[in-house]
């Protein structure tokens, strides 16, 4: 009796284990990052944003945070979001961005260019190096609904759905990368 319901115990831990999708992982390049208090700052307002999973913020030339997330449930435009609400301590705004890189850019930056456009005003492209493809992505503060939500904004996946359909891919880099 004991050892049916120590395996059917270990078969429902293991069935809603499977349930649980993995999370993205994504790295953001955090700007205004000047102290450790900054840092804490930074990593306490990420974790306590609905859909973040575990949340790494460092400071070095460049400051980052390492984010593992449900897509579903958060945007990569809301975790943006959620970094410019960290209170500020040295009087600006902390800021996050992406740096990405496209390869083939340069044959294709038209069309990446004009990919980019449709998402403006909501995240603005910066092209750091058209030979390498590295591309800066910058995200506009999100405004909130009826219901004092902020809205869902711009995802990595809408970028993936449409470079895709270019024939082209991409990368998200870390810090010191180019």
């Given at each position: 009796?004991?050892?049916?319901?120590l395996?059917?115990?270990?078969?429902?831990?293991?069935?809603?284990?499977?349930?649980?999708?993995?999370?993205?992982?994504?790295?953001?390049?955090?700007?205004?990052?000047?102290?450790?208090?900054?840092?804490?700052?930074?990593q306490?307002?990420?974790?306590?944003?609905?859909?973040?999973?575990?949340?790494?913020?460092?400071q070095?030339?460049?400051?980052?945070?390492?984010?593992?997330?449900?897509?579903?449930?958060?945007?990569?435009?809301?975790?943006?979001?959620?970094?410019?609400?960290?209170?500020?301590?040295?009087?600006?705004?902390y800021?996050?961005?992406?740096?990405?890189?496209?390869?083939?850019?340069?044959?294709?930056?038209?069309?990446?260019?004009?990919?980019?456009?449709?998402?403006?005003?909501?995240?603005e492209?910066?092209?750091?190096?058209?030979?390498?493809?590295?591309?800066?992505?910058?995200?506009?503060e999100?405004?909130?609904?009826?219901?004092?939500?902020?809205?869902?904004?711009w995802?990595?996946?809408?970028?993936?759905?449409?470079?895709?359909?270019?024939?082209?891919?991409?990368?998200?880099?870390?810090?010191?990368?180019?």
């Open positions: 009796m004991r050892l049916s319901a395996l059917a115990l270990l078969l429902f831990v293991t069935l809603h284990a499977e349930d649980k999708p993995t999370p993205a992982k994504t790295v953001f390049v955090v700007s205004g990052l000047e102290c450790g208090s900054c840092v804490y700052m930074v306490h307002q990420l974790s306590q944003t609905p859909g973040i999973v575990e949340v790494e913020v460092l070095g030339l460049e400051g980052y945070a390492n984010v593992s997330y449900d897509p579903k449930l958060v945007s990569e435009h809301q975790i943006a979001q959620a970094v410019r609400e960290a209170p500020g301590l040295h009087g600006t705004p800021i996050a961005t992406m740096k990405l890189r496209v390869p083939g850019f340069s044959q294709n930056a038209t069309q990446v260019k004009a990919l980019f456009e449709k998402w403006s005003p909501s995240i492209l910066v092209v750091w190096d058209e030979h390498e493809g590295v591309l800066i992505v910058n995200f506009a999100l405004k909130k609904d009826a219901k004092g939500a902020f809205v869902r904004g995802s990595i996946a809408q970028l993936e759905d449409g470079l895709r359909k270019l024939g082209l891919k991409f990368e998200i880099l870390s810090p010191g990368v180019l």
